[in-house]
Each structure stands twice: as C-alpha cells, then as structure tokens.
C-alpha cells in the first residue's frame, strides 16, 4: 500500500492511569447509584423511536471532550432511552442478571483485553474457563461425561468431554447443529445436507429455527414436533415422524429438547427424546437456557436433569438466572472431537507448539468467531462470591416468589393460568376474549411500574392461539414487595378493560 507521506503528528489524547482512576471512581459511584435508585425508576423505556438518536450530533467530535460532558450524558441521553431490566419490578421475557461480582470481572476483562483464542494466546483464559465450566457441571449436577477430564466410549470410539462459554444459547444451540451436521456426515459418506432433518417442539426457542436455517438445513427438513397437554414435546410423534423420515430416505440428524420452554416453562421429556435418539444415531441437544440454573438445588433435578445422561449437548445461560452479567452462555458437550471436527481449520499464522502437541485446548475451535473475551473471570468471581449455597438461596427465594404469584392469581377468579408454573416462571390471561388480556398487559406496562412480556399458547382443545401473559420472576433485587404491589396493578387494571 502507497499512502502520501505522514505528517508529523499532534499528541494522541490518551486517558493517562491517573485520569482513569478519577473518571474510573466516579463511574464506579454512579453504577453503585443506579444499582440503588433503579428499583425507583420507570421500569420501560418512555421514549418514542429517534427521540434518543435526536440527542447526538450528526457527527463524532473532531476533538476530545471533557468527562464532566461525557457523564452528563448517561443522565440525559442514555437513561430515558433504558428499560431497566434490572429493576427489581422487571418480569418480561427471562431476567438478565448482573451483579457487583460479575461487573468487576468484566471491568478487569476489559482492562487485560486478553484474546482468548487459543491456550497459546492466554493460558489463564483457557485454564479457568475449563476449571470453572468443571466446577458448574458439579453445581448443576450434570453427568460426569461433560466435565473436561471425562472420556466415554460410545460406537468404539473414545469421546472427551468439556464445557466452553458462548455468546448466547443460540450460538451454542448453532455449534452444536453443525457437529451434529458433520458428525452424520462424516457417519454417511455421501450424505447430502438436503437429506438431513432437524426436530424440536413446536414451543421450542426460535433460534433453534434459526440456527436450521444458519447451518443449511432445508426449511421443509425442519420438524416441529407437536406438544402435549402441558406443553412438552409429544416424544411419540417425534419417534413417528423420524420413522417417517427414515422410511423416505432422509436422515435425521439431530433433535432439541427444551427444559424450561420460553412460552409456558414446559419440560420435554428429555430421556424418552434420549432414547429415540439414541435408535436413530441422531444427536440430542438439550437447551435448558433459563430454567438450567436452578439445577444449583438439587431438588430441582430430578425433573430438570433427568435424562441428560443420553444427551450429547447441554446448553443454559447463567446471563439469565445466575447473577452472571451478559454475555455468558454455557455449553457442555459430550464429545469435543465432534465439535473440533466441525469447526477447526488451522492457519500458518495460528500455529503453536501447545496446540499442535495437542495437550492444551484451543476454544476457538469450540465456537464460530475466532477471537474471544475473558467471560470466565465473571462467572468465577461470581461461584466464588456467592458461593453454592448463595446461588441455591436465590433460586429459591425466586421459586418461593413464583408459588407466591401463583396463589394470587389463583385467588382471583377473573384470570386463568393455561400453564403449570415452572419455577420462577408464571402464565396467566383473563377468562374470555384474548383483546382484554392484550389491553390489560399494555395499561400495565404502560404505568411504567412494572414490566410485563406476552406470548401465545395454543388451547389444548381447540388448537387455538390465545394470548397469554407472562411473568417471569428473576431479576436479582426482586421481593415479595415487588410481586404483591405488581399483582395488585394487574387487579386493578383487569377492572378497566
Ligand atoms: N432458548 C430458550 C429456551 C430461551 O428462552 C431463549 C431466550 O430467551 C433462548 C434459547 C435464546 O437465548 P439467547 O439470547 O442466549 O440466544
């Protein structure tokens, strides 16, 4: 490249240790503020679309401004244009937790900025991430195969395992589409993709579909497996429709159940999926992306764990419902060869003597982009702050939260619940025409006191879509203040639509 020649530069305006340590306290005093006055704030947003972009000029400043206007600003222009999610009145969609442990990890993350592609590259990223992803497997109570020293045999062959940190559980759903993809591929020589089919439920996350469409799998080779009363994948019509499939000359090749659906909290009925899955060499990916922390108790685990010896993948977020800030996704797999298989292609340029003795591991072949962030610091300094039994007492106090919310919409006859509440998560709609329960959501959002999200379930008989609302209870302040005074503006809006 010929560029003209360089003119003598003017000083770089870098922000000197000393000025980062007076700008660096006062931001840290205004997160511990906020952290304090959100439970005070309108929870959603009030501004209407381009209000916020208004705000800025057309163009980047041509020198640098001073801290005192930069600050300013958080008040001004970002604030108004926030919906708190994590006020302790915030019920929509599934909670996004963070904490003073995860923010000071991240906080460090940023400052090493280390990229943890390779072993090579930061030992230390590689190695907590492995030890740490061993420690939650334990947490969890999930099967010994996932942990990173296990090696299982399966079809003759040695398989090890491991967890790794994504981006989000529809990445990690993705990685695994793809190593089931190539792991049948690599089974059937000559296999073309067109042949290949996917399964989940009908109430399954829509990344799932997504991640289909990602991976190259047809539209029409994706099956929505109908669901029972309560919700689950029916695994009698899964084992029929990929006898279906097989019989047509198809393949399929990998299926995902849901523990914890997004709609309703609906448990497929993982080891009978497993079973079927086995018959059919098919890989079982389970996405349990909120309702998988609360595996931390072990009362939980008999229903949310059970089965998961049989599957191949396991996939939650504690950035959902384990005080751990975004993005923290955590996958497990069986078998990493299926993975690496999938992913790996190794440059010049990316060559090292740890990597290709083979004695280390290289996380950027467990995942899609090659560079990666520290996100293990958050989630140790998290399990180390918190400890176990922390993390079992908040689950808890959520759970006794969700019984709490539950017996009050039980003690008003004007509303039903087309769903069992699974844990912290509550469905409910007012009896009669679904506009009613679509108004009531949107007077109470509309009060800024509370946030609320919607879906639709199908009624049992009917097959119907009726629109449900739900209140997912998992915010990291939230108390039973929060829920009686929320519940006693659903009652009073439900008196005017
Ligand atoms: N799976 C389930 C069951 C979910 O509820 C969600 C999001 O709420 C996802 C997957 C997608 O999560 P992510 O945003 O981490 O991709």
Redesign the pocket.
Known sequence: MTTPPTPSPTPVPHMTPDQFREVGRRVVDWIADYMDRVKGLPVRAGVEPGQVASMLPGHAPAKGEGWDTILADLERVVLPGITHWQSPRFFG??PCNTTGPAILADMVSSALNAQGMMWSTSPAVTEIETRVLDWLADILGLPDKFRSDAQTTRDGRTLRGGGVIQG????S?LVCLLAARARAARALPGLSIDAMTVYTSTQA?S?IAKDARVAGIAERNLRLVPTRADFSMDPDALARMMREDTERGLTPVFVCA?V???SSGAIDPVRAIGTICRERGAWLHV?A??AGAASVCPEFRPVLNDGLDLADSYVF?P??WLLTTFDC?TLWVESREAIIDALSITPEYLRNAASDAGSVIDYRDWQIPLGRRFRSLKLWFVLRHYGVEGLRSYIREHVRLGELLEGLVDADDRFERPADRCLSLVTFRLKGADARSKALMERVNATREAFLSHTVLPDPETSESRYTIRMAIGAVGVGEEDIRRTWAIIAREAGNV
């Open positions: 969609y599934f989000t559980a529809s990445e759903s996350h990344s849901t914890g659906t997004t996405d992306a909120y977020n950035h959902k996704s």
